[in-house]
Every structure is written in structure tokens, then in C-alpha cells.
């Protein structure tokens, strides 16, 4: 398996974060390794989309988890990989919140393509989420 996790603690409610988390069409807004993000119905589990990279073609996610205001996770298989997205939200005393961005690469190919392509899924990770907290904020 290969992990990358950044976190960042912002001025800013889980509420407002978690409002640009299930709106798709701002995900290009706040990170800029996409292009956008259509789904195929609600912002629950099982729901389906296609996420499309800068270069490169669509591909698919599933939402696998979602806790309103606190996290979702959605997944991209990949053929011998599967990259797992992990977005969670943590109240902070004074209405703060962490952001915190996993990304898991897990399959039979992932020590091998998971150092290849991990360090370009996860590059702008912490622009993200400085991202992500200067629109909620707004």
C-alpha cells in the first residue's frame, strides 16, 4: 500500500467545507489538479461520477462513505490499483475545523505504481485545502 495524508487546521465551520465537498461543480474551484466533477445522482454512498484530471481523461469514482459534515471517501479503480480518496472534517475549539486529505493506493500493482503515480495524485494536497478553506470562509 502506499499512504499520503495532509492536514491543516482552518478558521473556518465544518458546515461551510462540507457545503463545497458535496456541491460538484466547485471541486474544480478548490482543486487544481481537476478539472471537475460530474456525479450520477446524490452526494450518498454508491453514487457514482466521473472526476477528469488536468490532461488526462475521465475516470470514475464511487462515494463509498459519507458522514454528513464530517467525512466522505470515494474510490477509483484503476485496473491493478484502487485509489481511495479520504476527506474528513474535525471540529476545533473555537469554531475551527482540521481538513485533513488521505489518499490510499492499495492492490496487487500498488507498491510498484503507487510511488510512480502517488506523488502526482497528492502534489497540490496542501494547496487544496488552503483552497477549500479561503471558499468556505467566503
Known sequence: MWE???SATVEVSAEAVWKLYTNPESWGTWDSGIVGLTLDGPFVPGTTGK???KGQDPVTITLVEVVENRSFIDETN????VLRAIH????VDG???RITH???ITGPE???L???IGPAVTAGVPETITTLARLAAA
Open 95 to 97: 469554531g475551527r475545523t
Open 88 to 91: 474528513r472534517l474535525e471540529p
Open 51 to 53: 472526476l477528469t484530471p
Open 114 to 116: 503507487g510511488p510512480q
Open 102 to 104: 488521505r489518499i490510499e
Open 4 to 6: 499520503y495524508e495532509h
Open 110 to 112: 500498488a507498491d510498484t
Open 78 to 81: 484503476l485496473g491493478g490499483i
